[in-house]
Structure formats: structure tokens, C-alpha cells
């Protein structure tokens, strides 16, 4: 019997130090929103412990913004619209789609930060401040601020 509470009590211990290790390395989602100039934005960035490790960003460009007059018109200059991120999509951890929709383009963007660095993204007119790096990691706080200084909104947390 002692040997039996003595096992369940040594899981318990094990469990309870798992679970604290699992909170140490906290993982946080930050999404924020706005627009500007009529484009929607939406950013999501992924963290470990305050190193952004990915960033999904979403933009919505109604047509008439770009001079196009419909969805047709859009998808028949795709090869044009496609070549504009031609440099981003060679690169290491960055994807761009593009998608028609009837009255607007989305253009979805996903870096993937363990991959791209910030000399990179920024030649490639990520615009990604320098100091927000910490020794070659991107802080979420730093880019959460600077994200909220150019107009966007945290809307998940």
C-alpha cells in the first residue's frame, strides 16, 4: 500500500513539473486589425516566449482601389499581379497567394521567421523595423507596438 501512494504521489510531482516546463515555454497568438486607405488588414503573429516565430498577414485591396473594374479583368492580369511577388516567393520561409474575389484581391503573406531574416524581409519591402530584432529574433512586443503605431488593433490575444 505504502508503495502504491508513493508511486501516485511521484506521478503527481511528475505531472505537476511537466505542466509547469509547458507554461515556461508559452506559446501566445497575437491577430491584429485596421485599414488604411480602404485596405483591410489583418496580421496574426505566432510566438514563443516573445520570439515571433511566424506572421500570417492577410490584405484586402478593393478593385477600384488598384483601377481594375472587375474580378474578370483581376484574374486575366494574374501573371502580372503573380510576377509582383515573384521575389518573395523564391525567398526562404515566404509565401504570398493571391486570390480574386468578386469585388476585391486578397493577398495572403506567410513568413515563417525561424527561416527568413530581417535583412532579407526587408529587402524584399517587408519594411520590418530593425529594432524590433533581439539579436536576430523578432520580439512580439516590440512588433505588436510597432504594428499598433502604424494603426492596427489588437483583436486576439
Do not use: H
Not at 3 to 32: D, P, Y
Not at 46 to 59: I, K, Y
Not at 89 to 107: H, K, Q
Not at 123 to 130: A, P, S
Amino acid at each position: 500500500m505504502k508503495k502504491k501512494t508513493f508511486r501516485i504521489t511521484g506521478l503527481l510531482f511528475l505531472l505537476i513539473a511537466i505542466l509547469g516546463l509547458v507554461a515556461c515555454g508559452s506559446n501566445e497568438t497575437v491577430t491584429l486589425q485596421g485599414e488604411e486607405m480602404g485596405q483591410q488588414q489583418e496580421i496574426t503573429l505566432e510566438a514563443q516566449n516573445d520570439e515571433v516565430q511566424s506572421m500570417a498577414a492577410e490584405l484586402t485591396l478593393p478593385y477600384e482601389l488598384m483601377g481594375i473594374e472587375s474580378q474578370e479583368e483581376a484574374e486575366s492580369m494574374d501573371e502580372l499581379l503573380q510576377s509582383e511577388f515573384e521575389e518573395a516567393n523564391e525567398a526562404d520561409g515566404v509565401e504570398v497567394e493571391l486570390s480574386y474575389e468578386e469585388e476585391e484581391i486578397v493577398v495572403a503573406i506567410n513568413i515563417d521567421l525561424t527561416t527568413a531574416g530581417p535583412e532579407e524581409l526587408n529587402t524584399l519591402g517587408f519594411g520590418i523595423d530593425q529594432d524590433s530584432f533581439e539579436d536576430e529574433d523578432l520580439s512580439l512586443e516590440s512588433m505588436v507596438s510597432e504594428l499598433e503605431d502604424n494603426g492596427l488593433e489588437v483583436v486576439d490575444e
